[in-house]
């Protein structure tokens, strides 16, 4: 419980601890200390501003989604990737930096134990801002050809992430509380599990971080050539 004028969780009767949510699933708590977590949000401000900067994603049906996004590397877009920002002001694409790749090998090697092969190279990252009413439905990571982990990292605000199975969008799935500094990765048997944001938690993310909402960067290896 936390008190109203106090957003930051209070000290827990039993710490979080790694937990293997499914087989190759695993969530870290608190993986990005306070310094981290300052520093991945001020170079998320800074990929955000245009050129090929925060947009709107608009799916072929004609929808919206509620989530903004800004992409490195390979931009996506449903249900592809390109090298500029296609459905956006169609600039290039901001590179992936290097520290931002060895991130998601390091967050790979703290959840599973082992590093990834040396071959392995993340390039692609997708960061999505969502705003207290903003949601991600159900859907599988689906347009890249490597099979290797997603690694997902959690700023600002705490949301309901929900982890489901690879056979459909329905149950059996199991929801996952990700606050700021939360590491989850999937790969193996769960790389093509879908998943999805029901739910986000206003006002729950760390005072000093000065974020309000929530960002998710996911880190992908593409193996697209």
């Not at 149950?171 to 990700?178: A, F, G, K, S």
Request: glycine share 14%; aromatic share 8%; proline share 11%.
């Amino acid at each position: 419980m936390n008190h109203p004028e106090h957003p930051e969780p209070l000290a827990e009767l039993f710490p979080r601890e790694r937990t293997v949510i499914a087989p190759g699933a695993v969530h870290v708590p608190d993986w990005l200390g306070p310094g981290r977590q300052a520093e991945l949000l001020a170079a998320c401000r800074a990929w955000a501003r245009p050129p090929a900067g925060l947009r709107t994603v608009r799916t072929p049906g004609g929808g919206e989604m509620s989530a903004r996004q800004v992409c490195l590397g390979l931009h996506w877009y449903p249900y592809g990737y390109a090298r500029t920002a296609v459905d956006g002001d169609g600039a290039p694409v901001k590179p992936m930096p290097a520290w931002l790749a060895e991130l998601g090998r390091e967050a790979v090697a703290a959840a599973y134990g082992t590093p990834p092969e040396p071959a392995v190279e993340y390039d692609i990252a997708l960061i999505n801002f969502y705003g207290g009413d903003s949601r991600m439905g159900m859907h599988r990571d689906a347009e890249e050809k490597s099979p290797a982990p997603v690694v997902s990292l959690s700023l600002g605000d705490t949301c309901v992430f929900r982890f489901g199975n690879t056979a459909s969008r329905g149950r059996p799935y199991r929801d996952v509380e990700l606050r700021s500094g939360d590491l989850f990765v999937f790969g193996g048997p769960s790389r093509s599990a879908y998943h999805g944001v029901p739910k986000i938690l206003p006002g729950t993310g760390p005072r000093a971080l000065g974020l309000t909402g929530r960002l998710n960067i996911t880190l992908r290896v593409g193996g697209l050539g």
